[in-house]
């Protein structure tokens, strides 16, 4: 399998002599397994001026970026939903699918350190908080019918377990080394498990999503959410029952306290020792 590479083509808290923001691409290689390091990632930044702001320019970038790794990635994620339209454009050109994704964990990391490390640095710094991204939040959609109605549990794991990740029988997946979200290996990780005879199936879905997080939402009624792409959500299940209600508080607490890093499986039925799919994941704020 190719690399997937994460993108930010964006204003930065820099004014050029105009006094006009400057612009910068940032490109990042992801981390797709637990035994990723992360210093090994290919990373690439350039200034852009304002006044070449346009998928031609930012084209032009990614093919150098291209030259400098040797090799196009397979697929290009990227958050901010106001810049799809010029993102997509360039990819397009290159011949690279473009995908809005939540699941931008190495870009989150190196713009977070940019921000403190090296713009205020720059000449014509203009400090202030990081802009977030305003996402909007569509209503939950019900999963597909083939694939409801399926058994499901809430698990955890230690951190230090997931290392032995690549020596588990997994269909699908995708995880990120332990260390990038800052998690110790004692830390208790929480996940869910999902039991299905069309096990394989659902797992291939699920692949298609661009997982981001679950959740457990209470704003309209106790059910547990799973985020995807920039702005999907899919009800995993109401929660009704007592017990349940309890165990998912304390998925989300636990969750918070392993700063945002949970799991999904899906396996046949409780005794399968193989996963048809697994994917870690991060909560993280945009």
């Not at 397009?92 to 640095?121: C, F, H, K």
Request: aromatic share 10%; hydrophobic share 40%; net charge negative.
């Amino acid at each position: 399998m190719g690399s997937i590479w994460e993108i930010d083509f964006y204003s930065r808290p820099i004014l050029d002599d105009n006094q006009k923001k400057v612009w910068e691409v940032l490109v990042c290689e992801s981390a797709l397994d637990i035994s990723t390091k992360v210093d090994s990632l290919f990373h690439y930044a350039q200034y852009c001026p304002s006044t070449q702001v346009n998928s031609g320019w930012l084209r032009t970038a990614l093919q150098e970026a291209i030259n400098q790794a040797g090799k196009a990635p397979i697929k290009i994620r990227f958050f901010r939903r106001q810049m799809n339209n010029m993102i997509t454009k360039a990819c397009q050109d290159l011949g690279i699918p473009a995908q809005p994704s939540r699941r931008t964990l190495v870009l989150n990391q190196w713009l977070e350190q940019r921000m403190e490390e090296v713009y205020p640095q720059e000449t014509g710094y203009q400090g202030g908080a990081n802009p977030s991204v305003r996402l909007e939040k569509p209503l939950p959609q019900r999963l597909p019918d083939a694939l409801e109605g399926q058994q499901w549990v809430f698990v955890t794991l230690d951190a230090a377990d997931l290392a032995e990740m690549p020596e588990w029988e997994i269909g699908f997946g995708e995880a990120f080394p332990i260390e990038l979200a800052k998690v110790s290996p004692e830390t208790r990780i929480p996940g869910i498990l999902i039991f299905s005879p069309r096990a394989l199936p659902l797992a291939g879905w699920m692949s298609g999503l661009e997982l981001a997080f679950l959740r457990f939402d209470t704003s309209v009624e106790a059910r547990l959410l799973l985020e995807t792409g920039v702005t999907e959500s899919w009800i995993v299940a109401n929660i009704k029952k007592p017990q349940l209600l309890a165990e998912a508080k304390g998925f989300e607490e636990a969750k918070q306290k392993a700063n945002g890093v949970h799991f999904i499986g899906v396996q046949s039925d409780p005794k399968a020792e193989a996963f048809a799919g697994f994917w870690l994941l991060q909560e993280v704020n945009l």
